[in-house]
């Protein structure tokens, strides 16, 4: 039983435009959320995260928006480069624990 | 700073061989993690360490797996026997440990093929 599910496998949009990667959750416990970005051939790195405590947050080009009620994150890339062409991961944890749950990824594609 | 640093960075082995998988983690993280990538199932924990202590290991999907930690700057990882079903991408990640605030950084994986 997958807890945080990506049901985007694939996302294509056009340099400049704006991409959305969404993001669900079952487990109403998980209180702190990430994303990772991976390269092919390399290890997932972290791009963003947020506290359940807020409903957004910015870095750059990079917002992770959070609605608690909906179980459901989602991470916008304003403007798309086509160096963000990833597979983008979004993970969970709860109460502290150091413990992370991944969905299985999105693989975005920004065509110049 | 090296990162974290697995080896090797691809491996083939006959089922049945027992596999090795190392991984230092950066120096001064308290905690290390071993993640399998499937296309199936994705990223999943198999086991983490705090302070060269196992934690967690719920996720070792049975007893041909085993992980030790006996310093901190240094994992292994190992299957035997191994059997085709275990070909995938292993990771390993290293915190600060405490709230996950920053997430972990992860090595470069280790491919694994059993034939």
């Known amino acids: 039983d997958q807890q945080v599910k990506q049901n985007s496998p694939s996302l294509s949009v056009q340099e400049g435009r704006i991409s959305i990667l969404n993001c669900d959750y079952t487990n109403s416990m998980f209180d702190y959320f990430l994303w990772y970005k991976k390269y092919p051939a390399e290890g997932p790195t972290f791009l963003i995260s947020i506290s359940s405590i807020k409903d957004k947050n910015e870095d750059g080009r990079f917002t992770v928006f959070l609605n608690k009620s909906a179980k459901h994150l989602s991470l916008h890339i304003v403007p798309s480069q086509p160096g963000d062409s990833a597979v983008y991961f979004c993970a969970a944890a709860q109460g502290g624990s150091e413990k992370l749950v991944f969905g299985k990824g999105t693989k975005l594609t920004v065509n110049p | 700073d090296a990162g974290v640093i697995q080896s090797p960075r691809h491996e083939v082995t006959e089922m049945g061989q027992e596999v090795t998988l190392r991984c230092k983690p950066i120096s001064g993280h308290n905690s290390l993690f071993w993640y399998r990538q499937t296309m199936m199932r994705g990223l999943e924990l198999l086991i983490y360490?705090?302070?060269?202590?196992?934690?967690?290991d719920s996720g070792m999907p049975e007893d041909r797996f085993s992980a030790k930690m006996p310093n901190a700057s240094f994992s292994t990882l190992k299957i035997q026997p191994s059997e085709p079903r275990d070909s995938a991408v292993y990771f390993c990640a290293s915190s600060l440990g405490g709230p996950i605030s920053y997430g972990y950084t992860f090595g470069s994986g280790t491919r694994l093929t059993v034939v």
């Open positions: 360490f705090n302070n060269n202590v196992p934690i967690d």
